[in-house]
């Protein structure tokens, strides 16, 4: 599903500050995985996400997604095939538009609308049938402005606009450290249930090395722009945070949280 190699990210290059952020990093993720990743600050994390979106271009190596070249792919083209959860509940909703209209937006960018007007009674149903899952009520606040949801609320309506479009693979950018913890429990409850999609890959960013290890079923560990673990199966069942900080002399204290 997702293919990674040698992928190589420089910045500055050539000058005092260059930094090699990626160096020749492999992976390869099957459809239905479910990755957790982890890291230092700088360790390579975000710009790992960054060159697969298309954000940054790639200084070497290959990215390939459903058996499609997409090194050299724009990042807008990439994005009918990746959705994408940042940490700041704020940037994934149009703060000033109705929950059925961000909804219709994010539903409607792999499907031609054609030249109809306005927000159908089909989909306005399926709108509201899929919200339930949220168990938030929001179904029916559907005519409500984003703005006056709550940062759990519109994180959690944020996921659900990223794979209402089916997309092939869902990057989680740390997408609930800026909420309070319940509601960040229950956007990952929600992230697990959506995640269970076997035509989509998962990715997740995330700082808690607890949540790294009881979500999805795979781990990465990056470090220096390189994968230094990738764990699955009873390895990472038996993996505890204590072994993970012992094995690989994590000092990060806040990975702890």
Do not use: W
């Not at 990042?75 to 703060?95: C, N, S, Y």
């Not at 306005?118 to 029916?140: A, T």
Request: proline residues 3%; contains cysteine; hydrophobic residues 40%.
């Amino acid at each position: 599903m997702l293919e990674i190699k040698n992928l190589t990210k420089i910045f500055s290059p050539g000058t005092v500050n260059e930094k090699l952020a990626l160096k020749n990093v492999d992976l390869r993720l099957a459809p239905g995985d479910f990755v957790t990743i982890i890291g230092s600050n700088g360790a390579g994390k975000s710009t790992l996400m960054n060159c697969i979106a298309g954000v940054h271009g790639s200084d070497g190596g290959s990215i390939r997604l459903d058996g499609q070249e997409i090194t050299k792919l724009p990042e807008h083209k990439r994005a009918k095939m990746i959705g994408r959860v940042f940490q700041d509940p704020l940037k994934g909703t149009a703060f000033d538009m109705t929950i059925e209209e961000n909804l219709s937006i994010a539903y409607h960018k792999n499907r031609h609308r054609g030249l109809r007007p306005g927000i159908s009674r089909k989909e306005r149903e399926l709108f509201q049938e899929k919200l339930r899952l949220l168990d938030m009520g929001l179904e029916n606040r559907m005519q409500e402005k984003a703005r006056l949801l709550s940062g759990g609320q519109r994180q959690a309506l944020t996921l659900f606009m990223a794979i209402i479009a089916e997309p092939k693979l869902l990057l989680l950018d740390e997408h609930t450290a800026a909420l309070d913890p319940g509601a960040a429990k229950k956007v990952l409850e929600l992230t697990d249930l959506f995640s269970q999609d076997q035509n989509m890959c998962t990715m997740m960013i995330t700082h808690n090395m607890k949540a790294a290890l009881e979500h999805g079923n795979r781990s990465i560990l990056m470090q220096d722009g390189q994968i230094a673990m990738d764990i699955t199966g009873a390895e990472r069942e038996a993996m505890t945070v204590e072994t993970l900080i012992e094995r690989f002399e994590i000092q990060n204290d806040r990975m702890l949280l």
